[in-house]
Each structure stands twice: as structure tokens, then as C-alpha cells.
């Protein structure tokens, strides 16, 4: 069998395909779930730089944004 037969015979017909799918999934999930930690925590910290510091709970937080 030459090397062309062999990848079509592990790809095609052992199902190799659903691997190659399953890990672009798994890539596509990991993207967005990181997307949206970041989207929730750049809005959080936009929101504490913006807040007027008026307890000491947001002068504290406003320096850890702030680093």
C-alpha cells in the first residue's frame, strides 16, 4: 500500500475524521468560553475605574486594576 492508500484507509474508513472533528470542537469551545472570561473581566474592571471611589472597598480595588 503506498502512503496516499494507508491516510485514506486510518482517515476515511476507520473514522480517523471524527478525531480531526472532535479536536477543532474542542478548540472552537475553548475560544469562546476564553473570549468570554475576558469580555466579563475587562468589563469589570472598566466598570471599577469608572465607579467614584467613595468606600475604601473601591479605593482598594481601583489599585488592583490599576497595576
Not at 480517523?16 to 475553548?30: D, E, Q
Not at 475605574?49 to 475604601?56: A, E, F, G, N, S
Amino acid at each position: 500500500m503506498t502512503e496516499w492508500e494507508l491516510f485514506l484507509k486510518a482517515f476515511i474508513q476507520d473514522g480517523g475524521y471524527n478525531v480531526v472533528i472532535m479536536g477543532l470542537f474542542a478548540t472552537i469551545v475553548i475560544a469562546v468560553f476564553g473570549l468570554l472570561f475576558g469580555f466579563i473581566i475587562g468589563s469589570i474592571i472598566a466598570v471599577i475605574k469608572v465607579i467614584t471611589p467613595y468606600k475604601l472597598i473601591i479605593k482598594i480595588l481601583q489599585k488592583i486594576c490599576d497595576l
